[in-house]
């Protein structure tokens, strides 16, 4: 008897088990970049006092063209709004952004949380196809993002994972106040 009832417990927790996964909604997490064409850089950054330095260094794929006359925009920030928004990375004179390279940036801006997106922007007719962007600051963990995928003309393209980030409503209050 004790095994019967011990059988039917475990049916019915399964059945229970399989109701409630079935009734969830999945979530989506991409490992690949994606445009975003409602994206907008905060081109008047916060007015605070502190401002953060950065290092970006960004990798160029090996299959990228062997150089770019490209116009190259950078925008990264936090669940909390903050943002970093760098409107022209590119000097084709200084060979940036050749196949096969490295370059590094020191940028100024708004200090932030834990960065949770990288976008870049393209604008040209040469293309450009970076494999990795990370970006390092003093306060947080380095965040690299993988791309190895041409960047469209045109579109901020890249990643957004604040969505797993977003604090409440008090909690974003008492950090904002806390910068």
Not at 81 to 94: A, E, M, T
Not at 141 to 158: D, K, L, R, S
Not at 162 to 170: H, I
Request: net charge neutral; hydrophobic share 30%.
């Amino acid at each position: 008897m004790k095994s019967v009832t011990s059988s039917i417990l475990f049916l019915f927790f399964t059945f229970c088990i399989i109701i409630v996964f079935s009734q969830a909604s999945p979530i989506t997490i991409t490992d690949y970049p994606q445009p975003n064409l409602s994206f907008k850089p905060n081109q008047t950054q916060h007015h605070q006092s502190n401002s953060c330095s950065y290092t970006v260094t960004i990798t160029t794929s090996c299959n990228s063209p062997s150089f770019t006359r490209d116009r190259i925009s950078l925008s990264f920030g936090d669940a909390y709004g903050y943002q970093v928004y760098v409107p022209k990375l590119d000097d084709p004179s200084s060979r940036t952004f050749e196949r096969c390279s490295t370059d590094t940036f020191n940028i100024n801006g708004p200090c932030t949380y834990p960065i949770c997106y990288l976008y870049l922007y393209r604008s040209g007719y040469d293309g450009w196809k970076p494999e990795s962007v990370t970006v390092y600051t003093h306060n947080y963990q380095p965040a690299t993002f993988y791309y190895n995928a041409f960047i469209p003309n045109g579109v901020w393209y890249g990643f957004d994972y604040c969505r797993g980030y977003l604090p409440s409503t008090a909690t974003a209050t008492a950090a904002a106040a806390a910068l």
